[in-house]
């Protein structure tokens, strides 16, 4: 279920509170006054269950066109579907971006997020947008030929994602696929060079240097972007 883990220890733990605050008390001899905590216990857990019950969530790997694997999580609502989809892609972790899959869930989306390739879970060379576009290789296409053929996927298929997951968002847009249906892109360029890299035509060393290099980039990123 999807809110096992962290979620699930964090409710081990309010209830442990609870029945510490609980014998610290005076009352906690009187019948009446166990009843009342096993109630109250009772109703956490029953809540617990309820929510864990939202939606389900699924890892797998997508394989590119050349064979290599991105780590994907699918997030889905309770039911059988189908269900209208929203795809992130990120070289940021999928596993920070939870809080999307559930979120979208509650609204009745599938929600498919994935990192990037050669960032964190996924194969391949750990270089930023290089295949996230067009050419020989294009890893947001192959997803999105993928999620097609997902039992799960209603026909009607988003995106989201900011700075760099709103980037991956413009290269998938000009992949050639019509099957998106609408994009949310917060601060992201359209033009990686222009807007991105060269700013009025000058490097824009600072950023783009810290940036590389705050991520992890593989050093050969940065030799591409300034040839």
Request: charged share 20%; aromatic share 10%.
């Amino acid at each position: 279920a999807g809110l096992a883990g962290l979620p699930f220890l964090g409710m081990i733990g309010s209830m442990s509170r609870i029945i510490c605050l609980h014998l610290s008390s005076s009352l906690w001899r009187t019948r009446d006054s166990w009843r009342r905590l096993v109630v109250l216990l009772g109703s956490i857990l029953f809540v617990w269950v309820v929510s864990a019950a939202e939606f389900r969530k699924l890892s797998e790997f997508v394989t590119a066109r050349d064979g290599v694997k991105l780590a994907t999580d699918i997030y889905l609502p309770a039911g059988d579907g189908p269900f209208p989809t929203i795809l992130a892609r990120t070289p940021y972790n999928k596993g920070i971006s939870g809080g999307l899959g559930e979120q979208g869930t509650k609204r009745g989306l599938a929600v498919v997020i994935q990192d990037t390739r050669g960032r964190f879970a996924s194969e391949g060379k750990n270089l930023p947008f290089h295949t996230d576009g067009w050419g020989s290789l294009g890893d947001g296409l192959d997803t999105v030929d993928w999620i097609k053929e997902q039992v799960w996927y209603g026909g009607k298929l988003g995106t989201h994602g900011g700075s760099a997951g709103a980037i991956t968002q413009f290269m998938l847009s000009g992949s050639g696929t019509t099957e998106i249906d609408f994009q949310h892109l917060v601060v992201g360029t359209p033009s990686l060079f222009h807007n991105g890299i060269y700013q009025g035509g000058v490097f824009r060393k600072a950023l783009v240097e810290r940036w590389l290099a705050g991520a992890q980039f593989d050093p050969e990123a940065l030799e591409n972007w300034i040839q």
